[in-house]
């Protein structure tokens, strides 16, 4: 009888250490996907810096189109109000704070392509800088992106397959959502260079 209830035991302390294991394999994996939100913040913190600086910069030009630099305003404050916590990654919350940030995207694309039609603009060296850094900075938000859509898939595998789902579950871990492509960005743009006047 002492040999059954030792080997018991030993399968009870076994079935624990190994959930053990689980949750907190689950809990590292989570802290690797609320970095990588924080980076992916980061990057976005960083093109909303550098708005108000084109925007001045932009705004010394004379005649310059007023409706594309309040889109871009408008749009900055739009992204900026948007905060999204790391505890809350699911794929609706994903989706609207992706929105915001693709409004922002958006109207910044509008400004550099309405600041082709002014080679006084184009000609300063504030904002050829600031261009560059704009565009490193995209450069850096996509890699954080994709960094950060690694560590959840990591996490999202662990958190659905068998038996870690069961603990996953018991522990409150839940799937957190990914950054997805834009709809209708499987379309190449259309590129014309007829100008009209």
């Not at 694309?109 to 600031?130: D, G, H």
């Amino acid at each position: 009888m002492n040999r059954k209830l030792w080997i018991a035991l030993g399968v009870i302390a076994l079935v624990i250490f190994w959930g053990v294991g689980v949750r907190n394999g689950l809990a590292t994996s989570d802290q690797e996907v609320k970095g990588s939100w924080a980076n992916v913040q980061s990057a976005y913190q960083r093109r909303a810096d550098l708005i108000p600086n084109l925007v001045k910069t932009v705004q010394g030009v004379a005649n310059f189109e007023k409706s594309t630099l309040t889109a871009v305003i408008e749009a900055r404050a739009s992204a900026t109000q948007m905060k999204l916590d790391a505890k809350d990654l699911s794929p609706e919350n994903m989706q609207k704070y992706q929105a915001a940030q693709s409004s922002l995207g958006g109207a910044l694309s509008r400004l550099m392509v309405v600041a082709e039609n002014y080679p006084q603009l184009k000609a300063t060296e504030n904002f050829s800088e600031l261009q560059a850094q704009l565009e490193g900075t995209e450069n850096r938000i996509k890699e954080e992106r994709d960094r950060f859509n690694e560590s959840v898939k990591s996490y999202n595998s662990k958190v659905v397959t068998f038996p870690n789902n069961l603990i996953a579950s018991f522990s409150g871990f839940t799937e957190k959502g990914y950054f997805e492509a834009e709809a209708g960005s499987d379309k190449a743009p259309e590129v014309n260079f007829d100008e009209k006047k």
